[in-house]
């Protein structure tokens, strides 16, 4: 018959169907085995039944727990969906208050009138520098710039150009220094100049050609009915840092060294 | 009704002076208007929003009104940062329900940057929200 074979849900009716039929037919009512053939039968039938109704739960719960974690796993999308919008807009935050903090460091470095480093920035370098010369072995130069009756031309000229002058000055150094020299303005009317691996012989050098240069400045001043233009002179003092010692004993040379110049007419250089 | 009644006398109106980590926020229950102007790093943010969400939530729930959020603001630390996004999406759920909610976020021209991040909070926003430079 072949109805054994499969074992399915579906055969097992199919079989119990035929059983059913053979039962119902008169010709096996006499049959000793009926009784219990039919109560096999009916046994068989109602577990089967439950069997079906069995699956039919367990597929339900399957179906809700699937549902359940679909929806948990849309939860969780939105969520995480969310924390990359928190952590992108936090991030941005951050990136503007780095750049803040930036910009204020270098504006607390900086002179705004002649962007050249303030005071500030050239202790920072002096330190550093002195700290090279100290382990390399090489000489560093330093030279105190002062612009020479500076306060004559804020009298005479006023302060607009006096600033101009300033800012001239600060070109000059631009177009005399090399890339790796450091300047800054030191107070008002004051420069100092950081000569990396640079003998006291080359620091002269360079200081006499900066010497040179702004006295050759014209400074225009258009408010002037002459129309003459406003010329300028600057005083150098000039020390080597001497290891060992602090760094201020080498400024307080190049200061003592700025004196004598001043002292011997200005316009000129002098070393310490 | 008797929460309402409560709730009406403490929320109605509310003023927080901005101090140097927070910033200030009134809120004017007749107005239907909550402002808040300034930097945003408070020590706890949770318990600082605490009572302009739960005023916005109470407003949602009692008036009829529209809602409306004037923002200038311009620091926000990261909790302040999860504080606005939860009141947006207040927002979200009550424009959802059909409630009249919008907000106005004003920026210094000058800071651009402001802009750019109150473009981010308003990318699933789905009712009216206005990003403009304030002279």
């Known amino acids: ?272 | 009704m008797i929460r309402r009644n409560q709730n009406s006398i403490m929320n109605k109106h509310f003023n927080i002076p901005a101090t140097r980590s927070t910033p200030e926020i009134i809120a004017d229950w007749d107005a239907g208007l909550v402002s808040m102007a300034g930097d945003s790093y408070p020590e706890n943010s949770f318990e600082f929003f605490t009572s302009t969400i739960e005023w916005i939530k109470t407003y949602l729930a009692e008036a009829q009104r529209p809602l409306h959020l004037e923002l200038r603001l311009i620091y926000l630390n990261t909790s302040s940062v999860k504080a606005m996004m939860d009141i947006f999406d207040m927002l979200e759920e009550a424009h959802a329900r059909g409630r009249a909610v919008s907000v106005d976020w004003l920026y210094d021209p000058q800071n651009e940057r402001v802009e750019m991040l109150a473009e981010e909070f308003r990318e699933d926003c789905s009712f009216r929200f206005d990003i403009t430079a304030e002279a």
């Open chain 1, 1 to 272: 018959m072949g109805v054994m074979d499969g074992g399915h849900l579906e055969d097992e009716g199919a079989l119990l169907d035929e059983i059913g039929a053979l039962l119902a037919e008169p010709a096996h009512e006499g049959n000793p085995l009926r009784p219990f053939l039919q109560r096999l039968h009916d046994l068989h039938r109602r577990q089967s039944e439950r069997l079906l109704r069995l699956v039919r739960i367990s597929d339900g719960y399957h179906g809700m727990a699937r549902d359940d974690s679909d929806a948990l796993a849309d939860r969780i999308e939105r969520e995480v969906r969310r924390l990359q919008k928190l952590a992108r807009i936090s991030d941005l935050y951050q990136r503007e208050l780095r750049e803040q903090s930036e910009a204020m460091r270098d504006a607390s470095l900086k002179d705004p009138l002649t962007g050249l480093g303030n005071r500030r920035y050239l202790m920072q370098r002096l330190d550093e520098e002195a700290a090279r010369a100290l382990r390399t072995q090489r000489p560093l130069c330093i030279a105190i710039l002062d612009v020479d009756e500076f306060k004559r031309v804020n009298d005479e000229h006023g302060h607009d150009i006096g600033d101009r002058a300033l800012c001239g000055i600060a070109e000059v150094f631009d177009d005399v220094l090399r890339d790796y020299d450091i300047v800054g303005r030191w107070g008002g009317e004051e420069f100092l100049i950081l000569l990396p691996d640079t003998t006291l012989d080359s620091g002269m050098r360079i200081a006499e050609r900066i010497r040179a240069q702004i006295a050759g400045l014209r400074i225009e001043d258009d408010r002037q009915a002459s129309n003459q233009p406003v010329r300028l002179t600057a005083s150098m003092g000039l020390s080597v840092y001497e290891r060992e010692k602090p760094v201020a004993a080498t400024i307080a040379r190049a200061d003592d060294a700025l004196l004598s110049a001043k002292r011997a007419g200005r316009n000129c250089c002098r070393a310490g």
